[in-house]
């Protein structure tokens, strides 16, 4: 049986925030950061002014890389992603803010001007001089082949479009999750533990607003004190269930 709260929280709403994190794509073979099999328990991350500054910290980075490319380049959308893009494409949610990087979202079927990925995303590179963005593939093989920093056309460093420990996110993608933040008449954190800043800090904006707030993780979040209600457990189990019952 879906759980009765998140069913009412998503029938009621018209204008729903979802906010995800690490955890709603574990089920897609994709490894978390800082659980027990996590990334972080195996390498540590590298700090953006070091890897502006260091070869070898930069090879560090994509050695990291290289790591995860298999596991992100095969990984497919789970049960979770696909309910979330149905609530977005029946009208019932405004958005999806995510910590996540690998894309899931848009793959499962979220359009993506309603995806801000405010961790930015391994689907692309980045120069650091030019701005260029490419395929990461070719780079991917670059480094395999030559175990250095690979680099644009123009000379500049290229790293994955993401958001390294240590560098500002983006203007522009914070001003779109506040404004859809302060839109939102309900909202749902799905696979968060919510101690990650400023990004966990859109949920709560919404919920001091006074809006119904739902989370549901596996274990504890910092923010199970200011939800209406919190469901412990996988995300994956929970949340397809409960939108095939609230889109009925």
């Known amino acids: ?26 089920g897609s073979g994709i490894p978390d950061f800082r659980g027990p099999q996590g990334i972080w328990k195996k390498r540590k991350p590298v700090y953006f002014d070091d890897f502006l500054a260091s070869e ?12 995860g490319w298999d596991a992100f380049r095969h990984a497919a959308p789970n049960a ?34 309603r995806v801000i990925e405010l961790h930015g995303t391994n689907a692309t590179t980045v120069c650091l001089s030019c701005s260029l963005r490419a395929d990461p593939a070719p780079a991917i093989e670059a480094f395999r082949a030559r ?18 420990f240590g560098q500002p996110l983006e203007p ?27 990004a966990a800090a859109f949920p709560l904006m919404a919920a001091e607003r006074g809006v119904p707030y739902g989370i549901v993780n596996q274990g504890e979040t910092e923010q199970d004190a200011q939800a209406t209600f919190k469901i412990d457990g996988d995300v994956v189990a929970i949340v397809p269930e409960a939108v095939d019952a609230a889109l009925r």
């Open 1 to 26: 049986m879906p759980d009765r709260r998140l069913v009412d929280l998503i029938r009621r709403s018209e204008h729903l925030l979802i906010f995800t994190g690490a955890g709603i794509s574990t």
């Open 56 to 67: 070898d910290k930069r090879v560090e980075y994509w050695e990291g890389k290289l790591e």
């Open 80 to 113: 979770c992603h696909v309910a979330i893009a149905r609530l977005v494409q029946a009208g019932k949610a405004l958005a999806v803010v995510t910590q996540n990087i690998d894309g899931l979202h848009v793959k499962a079927g979220v359009a993506e001007d």
């Open 147 to 164: 175990r250095a920093t690979p680099r644009c056309e123009c000379g500049g460093l290229l790293k994955f479009a993401t958001i390294s």
């Open 172 to 198: 522009e993608t914070l001003a779109r999750a506040s404004a859809v933040t302060d839109a939102a008449d309900a909202v749902l954190a799905l696979g968060s533990t919510l101690s990650v800043h400023p």
